[in-house]
């Protein structure tokens, strides 16, 4: 389930508390504090990447069943995991 960020409405403008909650997609934003009762509202998130180390791997890649090709020359890729052909050309 992903994680939400939401921030506190003050009535004075001022930067009110931020929290975060897990609910489901399907689960629609919250409109109050879940503690306080205060009005809040869902502040927008970049989408979490996956960057620790050796994640995206060639051999992780190939074990999870995604092909991966990799610029090998002008106009043409080499496969370094998964299935298909060896070379590919981008023409």
Do not use: C, W
Not at 30 to 52: D, M, N, S, Y
């Amino acid at each position: 389930m992903p994680t939400y960020v939401y921030q506190v409405i003050t009535k004075d403008d001022s930067e009110g508390e931020i929290f975060e909650v897990v609910q489901k997609m399907s689960e629609p934003a919250l409109t109050k504090h879940p503690e306080t009762g205060e009005p809040v509202q869902r502040l927008p998130q970049a989408p979490g990447i996956v960057t620790e180390a050796g994640k995206l791997s060639n051999k992780n890649l190939d074990r999870l069943g995604f092909t991966k090709y990799e610029r090998a020359g002008d106009g043409f890729y080499e496969k370094k995991a998964g299935g298909g052909p060896d070379v590919i050309s981008a023409d």
